[in-house]
C-alpha cells in the first residue's frame, strides 16, 4: 500500500465524505424523499460508506467490513427516524446505496460475455455479490428485530 501524509490522508477521507453525501442526496431526489430528511440521509450514506472503506483499509474480510457498515447505516436510520418521526426507509434506503455490491454484478456479466472457460470467474463473481448483498440484508434483519423486539418491551413495562 502506498503510504500517504496526513494532508493528503485527510483530503482523501474529505472527498470519499463529499462524493458519497452527494450520491444519496440526488438518489433522494429521484425517490422524492421530503427536503426536511435529505441532509440527514446523506449523513448516514457518508457514514456507511466511510467507515466501510476505511474497514476496507485496514481488514482483510470484506463480507465482515459490509455487515459492519450495513449494520451502522441500519442503526443510525432508525435512530433518525424515531428522532424525525419519519419511516425508516426514508434514511435506509439512500444510506445503503453507497454500500450496494453493484461492480460484483458487472463484473458477473462481463465474465460471462466475454469468457471462455465456462465462467468460472462470473461464478465467483456471482457469490461474491449474493454475499455482500446477503451480508447487508442480515444486518438490516438483525437492526430491525431489535428495534421492534426494545420498544415492544418498553411498550410492555408501561403498561
Same mark, same amino acid.
Given at each position: 500500500?502506498?503510504?500517504?501524509?496526513?494532508?493528503?490522508?485527510?483530503?482523501?477521507?474529505?472527498? =470519499?465524505?463529499?462524493?458519497?453525501?452527494?450520491?444519496?442526496?440526488?438518489?433522494?431526489?429521484?425517490?422524492?424523499?421530503?427536503?426536511?430528511?435529505?441532509?440527514?440521509?446523506?449523513?448516514?450514506?457518508?457514514?456507511?460508506?466511510?467507515?466501510?472503506?476505511?474497514?476496507?483499509?485496514?481488514?482483510?474480510?470484506?463480507?465482515?467490513?459490509?455487515?459492519?457498515?450495513?449494520?451502522?447505516?441500519?442503526?443510525?436510520? =432508525?435512530?433518525?427516524?424515531?428522532?424525525?418521526?419519519?419511516?425508516?426507509?426514508?434514511?435506509?434506503?439512500?444510506?445503503?446505496?453507497?454500500?450496494?455490491?453493484?461492480?460484483?454484478?458487472?463484473?458477473?456479466?462481463?465474465?460471462?460475455?466475454?469468457?471462455?472457460?465456462?465462467?468460472?470467474?462470473?461464478?465467483?463473481?456471482?457469490?461474491?455479490?449474493?454475499?455482500?448483498?446477503?451480508?447487508?440484508?442480515?444486518?438490516?434483519?438483525?437492526?430491525?428485530?431489535?428495534?421492534?423486539?426494545?420498544?415492544?418491551?418498553?411498550?410492555?413495562?408501561?403498561?
Amino acid at each position: 500500500k502506498i503510504l500517504f501524509n496526513q494532508e493528503e490522508l485527510f483530503l482523501m477521507i474529505l472527498v =470519499h465524505a463529499i462524493r458519497s453525501y452527494c450520491a444519496v442526496i440526488a438518489f433522494c431526489i429521484i425517490l422524492c424523499v421530503p427536503k426536511k430528511y435529505l441532509n440527514l440521509s446523506g449523513i448516514v450514506g457518508a457514514v456507511g460508506w466511510l467507515l466501510y472503506k476505511w474497514m476496507t483499509d485496514h481488514s482483510f474480510n470484506e463480507m465482515l467490513d459490509m455487515f459492519l457498515a450495513a449494520l451502522v447505516v441500519s442503526v443510525m436510520s =432508525h435512530i433518525f427516524a424515531r428522532w424525525k418521526k419519519a419511516p425508516v426507509t426514508l434514511f435506509l434506503i439512500p444510506g445503503l446505496l453507497p454500500l450496494v455490491p453493484g461492480i460484483g454484478m458487472y463484473r458477473m456479466v462481463y465474465c460471462f460475455l466475454l469468457e471462455d472457460n465456462g465462467g468460472s470467474m462470473a461464478s465467483y463473481y456471482f457469490v461474491y455479490t449474493l454475499q455482500m448483498a446477503g451480508m447487508i440484508a442480515i444486518a438490516i434483519f438483525i437492526t430491525d428485530t431489535f428495534f421492534k423486539a426494545f420498544f415492544r418491551l418498553k411498550n410492555a413495562a408501561a403498561k
